[in-house]
């Protein structure tokens, strides 16, 4: 369909998403389609993408407003409206609604919210403003159509997103880093190494290079670098960065 045409043309586009959502809202007779992607609810927004919102409106909602918005936690893949997650009353009592959505006249929205593989959370949500009416059987069938697609779409995206950072480090944007930067594949053989870290293997003191490995000159320390790299690799992204000294026996910073 057009629909899924439009999805996946959207992420090579300069603005990845813009043009599904445009067609989305256009579909959907509604005036904003807008894509919210985090690490869970309750968590800043990685990446928000509204075509036709109110640029003020987007960053505000990704510095604090997703703190308060109560259409949140939704079944995953199941498409629903506002007012099916919570009663007209009570979603016009809320804080979002009442110091944000009321002053942007906006009424009916509908939404489906994703997890996916790589662990993302992925809200997409067709609003209409206060004139709308309430979206119809069929309207929310062509939008459940649509998310075995998005879903898809959104490991595709993960993807090509490792890819060009990966294309930019092997690019040379390494080589621009202040510290000593070495990267390792998952057998923990040197892939890229800048000038800075170069220098630093190439002293031997306490950390240098067999090959195209890393090693210690202390075995015990080694075979405790090795666990910890196996172990960092094992951690969830979300985990805090683990950091693994190295002593230098010419008593230089480590």
């Known amino acids: 369909s057009r629909l899924v045409g439009a999805l996946y043309a959207s992420l090579v586009e300069v603005e990845p998403w813009a043009g599904f959502l445009t067609e989305l809202r256009n579909q959907l007779h509604a005036d904003f389609g807008t894509l919210i992607v985090s690490r869970a609810t309750r968590v800043a927004p990685s990446l928000m993408v509204s075509p036709t919102g109110d640029p003020q409106g987007v960053e505000d909602y990704c510095h604090h407003l997703y703190r308060i918005d109560p259409f949140t936690d939704l079944p995953d893949g199941k498409v629903v409206s506002n007012f ?124 240098g290079r067999t090959g195209p490995r890393v090693v210690l000159d202390n075995a015990a320390r080694d075979a405790e670098f090795r666990a910890f790299l196996r172990d960092a690799r094992a951690m969830p992204e979300t985990a805090a960065t683990p950091v ?7 008593g230089r910073r480590d």
């Not at 929310?140 to 993960?158: F, G, K, N, S, T």
């Not at 990966?166 to 000038?195: K, M, P, W």
């Not at 693994?244 to 010419?250: T, V």
């Open 84 to 207: 099916d997650h919570l009663s007209e009353a009570a979603y016009k009592q809320s804080a979002f609604y009442r110091d944000y959505l009321q002053y942007e006249d906006t009424s009916h929205i509908l939404g489906v919210d994703l997890r996916t593989s790589g662990g993302f959370l992925a809200q997409i949500r067709v609003t209409r403003r206060g004139h709308g009416q309430p979206y119809s059987a069929e309207e929310r069938r062509r939008c459940e159509r649509i998310v075995p697609h998005v879903r898809q779409a959104m490991d595709l995206y993960r993807r090509l997103q490792t890819a060009r950072s990966e294309h930019a480090v092997y690019s040379g944007v390494v080589d621009q880093f202040a510290l000593g930067t070495i990267i390792l594949d998952q057998q923990n053989n040197i892939l890229r190494c800048n000038a800075i870290g170069e220098a630093i293997l190439a002293e031997a003191d306490g950390i």
């Open 244 to 250: 693994f000294r190295i002593e230098r026996p010419s």
